[in-house]
């Protein structure tokens, strides 16, 4: 161990010396094994994010298996001969004899053969089930404090991660490496299931629908024209045997990454590293399959009939990650549109020729395309969109000037200057760092090239740009027109009627006992500290908040004035009219955003029901001047005309389809449970109102909002004096504000009787359920119980929700209910469920879920679990110091005096499992509750509902606001 440690660190030091000053933290090695490590130290940061990335996705699934690396990600969670395994001599047998079944039925022709097959599987796993506990990974990780414990499946890649605390280092290798050493894909029938609910749950997302289309035109003859998820006919008839080669062929130490982002050290951890890590066997990874690049030869168009409302998607021919010319080719598709409203596609949005434009890169580790998607302007006289082939035209125009190297030399440094300031953001965060790590490991590329970002992105000429331009953006493209149509939904498969899984209560496998056992580093207990928020008062009333940038030189700046769309209705559509605003006298729209452009800042305005929110990031060396143009923007705005028509017509074109959209109805069905007549669904502006929308009072709703109190959250470099004396004197702020009343907590609907409402919707492709049941006042006292309640009822895969009803009986790919709390002390919390299933699944899946509200079980063996976690989450989730003023507000307004962890952990420590059931008892069971079901009435039995409360049946019309409507 000693002469590995040796060598991995003068691997170190070799590394370091290419490497940019901020990146001095990052370490990089490789065990004997072949796999790489990757450990960026970060000693600010209170906890760690750990991936373990694969690099292997769906482009590796066998064509005849699609869906494999997917569906491998799901099946790594259920442990392995160790994990989870309560008598593996016993198991092992049964899991061969599962094994050889799915090659029998794969095989066999006969549909009635094949389901009795299946029956044969179910009895087989249910006995399984009997030896095992396929929850026990993730009972692990929460008893570590992992937070977030997830995976994600891509094209080239797959990977597991989640964050804990600094001193469960030792644990968290120790079980990440084991997860990989023997898996064992228990529970394979059940998770078939949920996969296939995940795969009815996208056929809902009109999104979902677009993007597969888009990529089965633009990467035609390679996998990635494919979904991840797989083909419907694969997800219906799979072969483990299959899964296990994948995992032997492609899991290999080599083709594998270890990456540790936070509060770490290289040298103490990397003795630890070899020995979990590096008793993976060292195997060779299979070649990879080679596809041709589509090869794209004049305009090639294709339309589908997938959309709520009409598009064009224009597809060139771009690079595959890490090419020389990825990073000039994102600058080209910049100029088209960009996160400042400077480009020439953004032009079109501003002019009001367009409803929307955007441009991209796509580039995957094999290949690469050139994406400009725009969506036509929408007349709100004509009430319809123009055509698909006008809004073509248009936007061949805008890509023309760029491919000719029509622009100027400010463009392509602001552009650059933008893209380094975004990253500088993103590595901020333990996350983004692992995930842009990941990709390295992903695409092969050089560490050390990776992080000179800034300086690559700076190197590039306009020479390049316009090079590339010309290249890449020619007359050789597919023109994708997206019409407005019905979703074709694909093939069904009928429930199941699989026996639930049953695992011991109250069991833990060998490893599990020795895990909990295992040393772990000192726990430190760091509450968060405050003391460097400084705080100032501006006027009469409002205040500034101020925490110094420790990171970088980029500044960040949100300014709050204290009131929104509850007091002023319109307040949201002025806002948004604000990014696209010029300032009367001064500049047209597209003159202020290219000022603000040279200046390195970016500007963005919402509203909320509570706030005007105006933020602004950039480059402290400009700060003044940016503030000088906000300021007058804010002051004196030049609102447009043909904005407010675009605007008005994308939210007219948004209502007319949004009857038919299943998951904005959802939406809708959920809010209205809650809120009833005062849902933003029912309680906003008629169409009528919008449409006679005019410039004078959206300008006078801007004007009066900037009238109120205001709360200045500035992080930055510069001493605080230096910053206040700037923001004082250079923000729109008045004299004698008027004071704010925010925030205030909508009004709950009062249950005085169980009710089920019943939206069918034969379109549904899965079922959705929503439970609204209204609890007691909030009170911080409270707030230990709430959260182990949540985390017994719903935390992660040990949660109740989750492993009663998509565990055991799976019935739903996501499912959940948590304690929802308000702004203000003193106000109503209430419990909120959310769940998705296949239609022919509702009732079932009602049962099992009212179950478990009404009569909920009893499992004290989770307690010790629960207590862990929370003491860990308190101690380990700590806001960045971007966040850390907002957080301080809202942390004083629930009640206290600094970092909560400081008051709860002695709560923490006292907490039974009592304390839980009686929480329960005290304000959930027996209580009256409102249920929504947006559902095909031809699978849903809603007689059978009746025995859950009073079932009203709802449409459309009731949901939504009806009144002087036009559609």
């Avoid at 899991?95 to 095989?107: F, G, P, R, S, T």
């Avoid at 990780?141 to 964050?163: C, P, Q, R, W």
């Avoid at 050089?446 to 590339?468: C, F, H, P, Q, S």
């Amino acid at each position: 161990m000693k002469s590995f440690q040796f060598k991995s660190l003068l691997l170190l030091a070799a590394l370091i010396i290419s490497l940019p000053s901020f990146g001095q933290g990052l370490k990089a090695f490789k065990l004997k094994n072949g796999l790489s490590v990757y450990i960026w130290e970060d000693n600010t940061k209170s906890d760690v994010f750990g991936i373990v990335g694969v690099r292997t996705g769906s482009v590796n699934d066998p064509q005849e298996y699609t869906g494999l690396a997917h569906y491998l990600e799901h099946v790594m969670f259920k442990g392995t001969d160790k994990i989870g395994a309560l008598d593996w001599a016993a198991e092992k047998p049964i899991y061969q004899q599962i094994i050889a079944k799915y090659d029998e039925m794969a095989v066999e022709a006969d549909p009635a053969k094949k389901e009795a097959i299946s029956k044969e599987i179910n009895e087989l796993t249910v006995e399984a089930g009997k030896l095992s506990m396929p929850t026990e990974f993730s009972n692990l990780m929460e008893s570590i404090g992992g937070k977030n414990v997830n995976a994600g499946t891509s094209f080239d890649l797959t990977y597991y991660h989640n964050s804990f605390p600094a001193y469960q280092i030792n644990k968290w290798l120790e079980i990440s490496s084991q997860r990989f050493m023997h898996p064992v894909f228990r529970s394979f029938q059940s998770e078939l299931e949920n996969v296939y609910e995940e795969y009815n749950m996208y056929q809902d997302n009109p999104s979902s629908v677009k993007s597969n289309f888009i990529r089965s035109k633009a990467f035609e003859g390679h996998p990635y024209s494919r979904d991840i998820i797989g083909l419907p006919e694969h997800l219906k008839n799979p072969r483990l045997s299959k899964l296990i080669e994948f995992y032997d062929s492609w899991y290999t130490p080599e083709n594998m990454v270890l990456i540790l982002v936070g509060n770490v050290n290289a040298q103490q951890i990397s003795g630890r590293i070899n020995a979990a890590f590096g008793r993976l066997p060292k195997k060779a990874t299979p070649a990879r399959k080679t596809y041709p690049d589509l090869d794209i030869k004049g305009r090639t168009q294709y339309t589908a009939k997938i959309g709520y409302y009409p598009s064009v998607v224009l597809v060139y021919k771009g690079v595959p990650a890490g090419h020389a010319d990825e990073k000039p080719l994102e600058i080209a598709m910049s100029l088209l549109s960009n996160g400042s409203h400077t480009g020439t596609l953004d032009k079109l949005t501003l002019d009001g020729e367009l409803t929307d434009g955007g441009a991209s890169s796509q580039n995957f580790r094999e290949q690469g395309r050139n994406i400009v998607e725009v969506i036509p302007l929408y007349d709100e006289n004509q009430r319809r969109f123009e055509s698909n082939k006008s809004a073509e035209k248009k936007a061949l125009k805008a890509i023309e000037k760029i491919a000719n190297g029509e622009f100027e030399d400010w463009q392509i440094n602001a552009i650059k200057t933008n893209m380094c300031r975004d990253f500088d953001l993103q590595m901020e965060s333990n996350r983004y760092k692992g995930m842009v790590l990941m990709d390295a490991f992903m695409n092969e590329e050089d560490l050390g090239k990776v992080l000179n970002y800034k300086e690559e992105v700076m190197a590039i000429t306009n020479e390049d740009v316009k090079r590339v331009a010309k290249e890449y953006l020619n007359n050789n493209y597919l023109a994708l027109y997206v019409e407005k149509g019905k979703l074709d939904k694909g093939s069904k498969i009928q429930k199941p009627g699989y026996k639930p899984i049953e695992p011991p209560v109250g069991k833990q496998s060998l490893y599990a006992t020795q895990f909990k056992t295992m040393p772990f580093g000192h726990v430190d207990e760091k509450f968060i500290d405050f003391s460097d928020v400084k705080i100032k008062s501006l006027n009469d009333r409002s205040k500034m908040y101020y925490t110094q940038n420790p990171e970088n030189n980029v500044f960040s700046l949100t300014l709050r004035y204290g009131v929104g769309e509850r007091e002023f209705p319109k307040l949201g559509i002025a806002a948004d009219l604000m990014n696209s605003a010029g300032i009367m006298g001064t500049y047209e729209p597209q003159q202020l955003k290219e000022e603000l452009s040279k200046l390195n800042a970016a500007c963005q305005v919402w509203a909320s029901d509570d706030y005007l929110y105006i933020m602004m990031r950039g480059y402290e060396e400009t700060l003044p001047q940016a503030c000088q143009l906000l300021s007058r923007q804010i002051l004196m705005p030049k609102l447009d005309e043909k904005q407010l028509s675009r605007i008005k017509g994308s939210l007219m074109g948004t209502r007319q389809q949004r009857k038919d959209n299943v998951n904005t109805l959802a939406n809708a069905l959920s809010q209205y449970i809650r809120y009833q007549d005062k849902s933003s669904y029912i309680d906003e502006l008629t169409d009528k109102q919008l449409y006679e929308l005019q410039i004078s009072e959206l300008t006078g709703d801007i004007n009066r909002a900037s009238n109120y109190e205001a709360e200045i959250f500035y992080c930055g470099t510069m001493p605080f004096d230096n910053a206040y004396d700037i923001l004082s004197k250079n923000l729109p702020l008045v004299a004698n504000e008027r004071p704010s009343s925010s925030p205030q907590d909508k009004p709950m609907a009062a249950v005085s009787e169980n009710t089920i409402y019943f939206l069918p919707n034969s379109d549904a492709e899965q079922a959705q359920i929503f439970l609204y049941l209204p609890m007691d006042k909030y009170d911080k006292q409270d707030d230990v119980l709430r959260d182990a309640f949540d985390q017994y009822f719903s935390g992660s895969f040990n949660g109740l929700m989750i492993n009663e009803i998509r565990e055991k009986r799976s019935m739903a790919y996501y499912a959940g209910a948590y304690i929802m709390t308000p702004s203000l002390p003193g106000n109503q919390t209430y419990l909120y469920g959310h769940l998705g299933t296949q239609n022919d699944k509702v009732n079932d899946a009602m049962d099992v879920f009212m179950g478990l509200l009404t009569d909920m079980p009893k499992n004290p063996e989770r307690i010790d679990n629960i207590k862990s976690y929370l003491r860990q989450e308190a101690l380990s989730s700590h806001p960045d110091f971007r966040d850390k003023a907002q957080y301080l507000k809202i942390f004083e307004r629930m009640g206290y005096k600094g970092d909560p962890a400081q008051e709860n952990l002695p709560k923490i420590d006292a907490l039974t499992f009592d304390d839980i059931v009686k929480f329960y008892e005290q304000h959930i069971k027996g209580k009256k509750y409102s249920i929504g079901i947006i559902g095909n009435p031809k699978s849903i039995d809603t007689e059978k509902l009746g025995k859950y409360g009073k079932v009203v049946k709802l449409n459309e019309r009731k949901i939504f606001n009806t009144k002087d409507t036009l559609f």
